[in-house]
């Protein structure tokens, strides 16, 4: 797969199935999150679907822990529907449920 550097301001598009990922305004979490509808994987809270090629804008970078080799990397997101949410994503699921041009679809 051929990756693309990605900017805050630009939009990507979620390749997943429809209703195969969340956003989740989580009860124990403060902050709406991206989870993928995975066999034990579960937040409690109330839970949003994505749908397939819908549009999200990034809006900003997390890195944590980067002080040590083992960082990670938090992509905050808002989808772009009225009323859009804004979520948090992990680096490794933004690379596989996201891409940057509808072309790659």
Do not use: C, W
């Not at 598009?13 to 991206?34: C, E």
């Not at 822990?65 to 009225?82: A, F, P, W």
């Amino acid at each position: 797969m051929k990756t693309k550097e990605v900017n805050k301001g630009d939009t990507i598009y979620y390749v997943g199935k429809s209703g195969n990922a969340f956003i989740v305004a989580g009860i124990d979490v403060h902050k709406n999150i991206f989870v993928p509808n995975k066999t034990g994987m579960f937040i409690k809270g109330e839970k949003f679907p994505l749908i397939k090629h819908e549009k999200f804008s990034i809006v900003s970078f997390e890195i944590i822990g980067k002080e040590t080799k083992n960082y990670s990397v938090n992509i905050v997101l808002t989808r772009m529907i009225s009323g859009g949410q804004t979520f948090i994503v992990s680096q490794d699921n933004l690379y596989k449920y996201f891409a940057v041009g509808e072309s790659q679809f």
